[in-house]
């Protein structure tokens, strides 16, 4: 067997794997995501798509909350990235102040989401108290997909902003690196501090 054909059943078996593995995990509800520009990092493990502005991909339930609704299902809301968003190019870009701003959807598409997609797959009534968040913050180069958003219930502003501006702090002073605290945050953001060894 040729070079080549070794390389395109590689390939083939590379696929087949990580479709089983979504057959796998699909349980539960899931994002879908839209849009031609979704990949994976390998710097994070986290699902990469580079959309600014805009909130991207769909929520589809039953999704269930964690730890009263501080935590997200981890099928639902895994997080994701923007790959634009690099540990060579973040004084320029998320330790930048106002970064945040220029990626922000509008008010009108969260809120959207919020009470179109990821309440109903939450199964959460309408006005339920809550802030439609960022599993990984726009501040730690998190994306607008919805494998990023759901709806963090309790007081507005929450626990989780302290423990973003830490991370943020310490990724922008040298005290880590970009795809740790990413990686911290998405798994859990109330050990996320503990985990990479700062505190708030």
């Not at 986290?46 to 730890?67: E, I, M, N, Q, Y």
Request: hydrophobic residues 35%; glycine residues 12%; contains cysteine.
């Amino acid at each position: 067997m040729n070079r080549k054909a070794q390389t395109a059943i590689a390939i083939a078996l590379l696929a087949l794997a990580g479709c089983v593995s979504q057959a796998r995990s699909g349980g539960s509800g899931t994002a879908h995501h839209s849009g031609s520009g979704h990949t994976s990092s390998a710097r994070s493990g986290l699902a990469a798509l580079h959309d600014p502005g805009h909130v991207t991909g769909k929520l589809t339930g039953p999704c269930h909350a964690r730890d009263n609704g501080q935590l997200p299902d981890r099928s639902c809301t895994p997080g994701a990235i923007d790959p634009a968003v690099t540990q060579a190019n973040i004084q320029r870009t998320i330790c930048q102040s106002g970064y945040t701003e220029t990626v922000r959807p509008p008010e009108s598409q969260t809120e959207a989401f919020k009470w179109h997609e990821a309440a109903p797959a939450y199964g959460l009534p309408q006005g339920t108290e809550g802030e439609l968040d960022h599993l990984v913050s726009l501040e730690l180069g998190g994306d607008n997909d919805a494998a990023n958003l759901w709806i963090e219930q309790g007081s507005i502003p929450n626990a989780k902003d302290s423990v973003e501006n830490a991370l943020h702090r310490a990724l922008c002073s040298g005290q880590v690196r970009l795809a740790a605290a990413q990686k911290a945050i998405s798994r859990n953001w109330t050990t996320a501090e503990r985990v990479l060894g700062i505190s708030g």
